[in-house]
C-alpha cells in the first residue's frame, strides 16, 4: 500500500461514532444500568414460573436480554476504542456475566420437571407460541442446565483465568510486534507491520531471510505460547464437563453447529480427501511466479509476489461505491440498508483507527439495539475491503431481524450460519472487482483473491480445525504436553495440505500467529461451514438471479426459530448434506482454479 495513503482523504472526523445512539451520556448509561441491574436481580429471586405467568415472565426476560446488550455493546465500543480502558472492559465483563447468569436462571426455570413436557396445546393456551423454540431449544439442553449458583462461580473463576490467558498471549505478540526488529540487507523491519512489504520484496533474499526471521521472532518464545495454549485447553476441557461434556469441542460443536463432535471429525476428514485441490491451485500459482520472475525454485515467502498487477488502495467513497454495486443481486432493500450503514453521517461506523484501539473487526447489534460496524482501521487495501462488507453484513443481518420484531433470543443461532451470510458478500464483492476490471492481469488478480479467500475459508479453516480439535483430544489424552508436540501435530497436518511446507522447517511454530485459537477458541470450524453454506448460497444465486433475493432476505429477516438446517429447507430448499456440499465447494475452487490458468495463458 502507498505509504500515508489515507482512505479518508482527510476527512476521518466525519467518521465517528455517535455512542448517543445508545445512551445520550455516560450519566444516564450508568445509572439506567444500575437501574436495571437491581430489575434482574429481583426477576431471578421471584421463583414464579407457573405456567398463567410464564409468559409475562419470558417477555421479562427479553426485555432483559436487550437492555443488557445494550449496555454490553457501549462499554463494549469504548473499550475498543481503547484497551487501557480497564473500567469499560470491567464493565463489559460484568454485564455479560450477568446476562449470563440470567440465561442460567431462565434455562433451570424451563427444565423443570412440570415445565419441560409442555404439549402444542398448552403452548397455545398460554400464548407461548413466539417462545416455543426457546422452550424447545432449553428443553433439549437440559443435561447441560446447572444450577444458577453455580453458573455465576464458573463465570467467576473460568473467565477471570481465561482473560489473563489471553491477556498474557496479547502482551507477549504485542511486544514481539513493539520492539524486536531485524535487518535484511541494511534495513530493519518490525515484523508486526513489515512483513507485507517483505514478502512483496521483489528481492529474493530479502523475502527469504525476512520471512524467517519473522517466523523465528515468535518462535524464539515458543515455551510460552504453547504453555498458553495447552492451559487454555484444559480451562475450556474442564469448562465443558461442567456443562456435563466429554470435552471442549464437543460443547462448542453443540452450541455453534448444532451438530455433534464425531460429525465434525467425519468432515475434518472428508476434506482431508481434497487436499491435492489446493496443492493443484498451489502449484499452478508457483508456475506463474516462475514464468514471471525467472526464479528456479518457489517457497511460500513466494507466493504473495506481486505479478503484473497490484491494485492500488481505495478511498473509503470509493469502497463504498463497489461494496454497494456488488450487493446488488441481494436485493434494493438489502442495498439501502448497507448504503445507510456506511453512510458517515450515521454514525454507525468505527473504522478510523487510532492509537490503543483493540485488534478486533467485528457487527455488532441485536434486536431494539442499534447496530455498529467497527474495523481496528480501515487501509483501503483489498482484503481492507472484503471486511468491511463481511462484518457489516453481520450488521445488516442483526439489523434485519431487529425490524422483523423477532423474539430477540432468537436472533442467536448457529454461528456458521452467521458466518455463511458474510462469507457471500465476499465472493460478490470479488465478482464485482473482477467484472470491472479491464485488463486480464487485474481479473486475474482477483480470480486469484477469490481463490484464497475460498481455500481460506475452506482449506486453511479444516487445517486450523483439524489442529485445534487435535490439541484439544491431546491434552486431554496426555498425549500434548509441551511445544514439540504441538510442533507435531502441526506439522501433520500441514503436510496434507500445503505444498511447502516439508521443505521449510522454520515453519514449524507458525501456529503461533493463528490468534483466534487463542481469543476464541474452537471457532474456526464454524468458518469451515460456513464456506461451504456460502457456496450452496453462491451457487442458487447464480442459478436463479430473479428469485434468489426475496427467499434469501426473508432467511435473514426471520431469525432463528428453528435449527439451521430447517431453515434452510424453509427458505433456500437446501438441507445440510455435507458430501455434496464439500463436493460443490471443491468444484467451485477447480473452476475458479481453471479461469484463473487461462486469464495467465492470455495473450498481452
Known amino acids: 500500500m502507498a505509504q500515508n495513503f489515507d482512505p479518508f482523504e482527510g476527512k476521518s472526523s466525519q467518521y465517528q461514532l455517535d455512542l448517543s445512539r445508545y445512551f445520550t451520556t455516560p450519566k444516564e448509561e450508568s445509572d439506567t444500568l444500575n437501574v436495571l441491574l437491581d430489575s434482574v436481580k429481583k426477576f431471578e429471586n421471584n421463583t414464579a414460573w407457573d405456567l398463567p405467568v410464564l409468559a409475562e415472565r419470558l417477555d421479562q426476560y427479553e426485555h432483559f436480554s436487550v437492555e443488557l446488550t445494550r449496555h454490553m455493546l457501549y462499554e463494549r465500543l469504548l473499550y475498543y476504542d ?147 495454549l495447552i492451559d487454555i485447553a484444559n480451562e475450556e476441557n474442564a469448562l465443558a464437563r461442567l456443562y456435563n461434556y466429554p470435552d471442549a469441542p464437543a460443547r462448542m460443536y453443540d452450541k455453534r453447529l448444532q451438530v455433534s463432535e464425531d460429525n465434525v471429525k467425519e468432515m475434518l476428514n472428508e476434506l482431508d480427501q481434497h487436499a491435492d485441490v489446493l496443492k493443484t491451485y498451489q502449484q499452478a500459482q508457483a508456475e506463474q ?184 483430544d491431546g491434552v486431554s489424552a496426555g498425549k500434548i504436553k509441551n511445544q514439540k508436540d504441538i510442533d507435531s501435530l502441526y506439522a501433520g497436518i500441514m503436510n496434507k495440505y500445503d505444498l511447502f511446507f516439508k521443505d521449510e522447517p522454520e515453519r514449524h511454530a507458525e501456529w503461533i500467529n493463528k490468534r483466534l485459537i487463542y481469543d476464541d477458541p474452537i471457532y474456526n470450524v464454524n468458518y469451515l461451514y460456513a464456506s461451504l453454506v456460502a457456496c450452496k448460497l453462491y451457487e442458487l444465486l447464480h442459478k436463479d438471479p430473479e428469485n434468489f433475493a426475496i427467499h434469501y432476505n426473508a432467511l435473514l429477516r426471520n431469525g432463528f426459530n428453528a435449527s439451521a438446517d430447517d431453515l434452510l429447507q424453509k427458505f433456500m430448499n437446501f438441507r445440510i448434506d455435507e458430501t455434496q456440499m464439500v463436493e460443490g465447494a471443491i468444484g467451485l475452487m477447480s473452476k475458479k482454479t481453471t479461469e484463473l490458468k487461462l486469464l495467465y495463458n492470455q495473450p498481452k
Open 82 to 228: 481503547n484497551k487501557n480502558d480497564t473500567t469499560a472492559r470491567k464493565r463489559m465483563n460484568y454485564d455479560n456475566s450477568v446476562a449470563s447468569e440470567l440465561r442460567a436462571t431462565v434455562n433451570q426455570a424451563l427444565a423443570q420437571k412440570e415445565l419441560s413436557t409442555l404439549s402444542e396445546v398448552e403452548i397455545n393456551q398460554f400464548h407461548l407460541d413466539k417462545f416455543s423454540y426457546l422452550i424447545l431449544t432449553i428443553q433439549k439442553n437440559a443435561s447441560h442446565t446447572i444450577p444458577v449458583t453455580s453458573t455465576k462461580i464458573i463465570n467467576e473463576l473460568s473467565g477471570s483465568v481465561l482473560d489473563r490467558l489471553d491477556d498474557r498471549y496479547d502482551a507477549l505478540m504485542d511486544d514481539i510486534n513493539k520492539n524486536l526488529v531485524f535487518d535484511s540487507i541494511g534495513k530493519k523491519f518490525n515484523p508486526g507491520t513489515g512483513i507485507t512489504t517483505i514478502r512483496h520484496s521483489k528481492n529474493a533474499y530479502i523475502r527469504e531471510t525476512g520471512v524467517k526471521a519473522f517466523l523465528n521472532a515468535y518462535a524464539q518464545h515458543e515455551e510460552v505460547f504453547a504453555a498458553t
Open 289 to 472: 511466479i516462475k514464468h514471471v520472475t525467472g526464479l528456479q525454485q518457489i517457497h511460500s515467502w513466494d507466493m504473495d509476489l506481486p505479478l503484473n498487477y497490484t491494485p492500488r488502495p481505495q478511498t473509503f467513497v470509493s469502497a463504498r461505491k463497489s461494496i454497494l454495486q456488488a450487493l446488488r443481486p441481494l436485493g434494493k432493500d438489502y442495498v439501502n440498508h448497507f448504503a445507510d450503514l456506511l453512510d458517515p453521517t450515521q454514525g454507525k461506523l468505527d473504522i478510523t483507527g487510532g492509537k490503543s484501539r483493540v485488534t478486533d473487526f467485528t457487527g455488532l447489534g441485536y434486536p431494539g439495539v442499534p447496530i455498529t460496524l467497527y474495523m481496528k482501521s480501515f487501509s483501503g487495501e483489498a482484503g481492507s475491503s472484503l471486511i468491511l462488507i463481511h462484518e457489516g453484513g453481520h450488521s445488516i443481518h442483526r439489523l434485519l431481524m431487529s425490524e422483523n420484531h423477532i423474539v430477540p433470543t432468537n436472533s442467536s443461532g448457529p454461528n456458521f450460519l452467521f458466518e455463511s451470510f458474510a462469507i457471500l458478500n465476499e465472493f460478490l464483492l470479488l465478482d464485482e472487482l473482477t467484472n470491472s476490471s479491464r485488463s486480464s492481469d487485474s481479473k486475474a488478480f482477483y480470480t486469484k483473491t477469490f481463490i484464497d479467500d475460498l481455500a481460506d475459508q475452506l482449506f486453511t479453516c479444516a487445517e486450523e480445525g483439524s489442529f485445534e480439535q487435535g490439541i484439544y
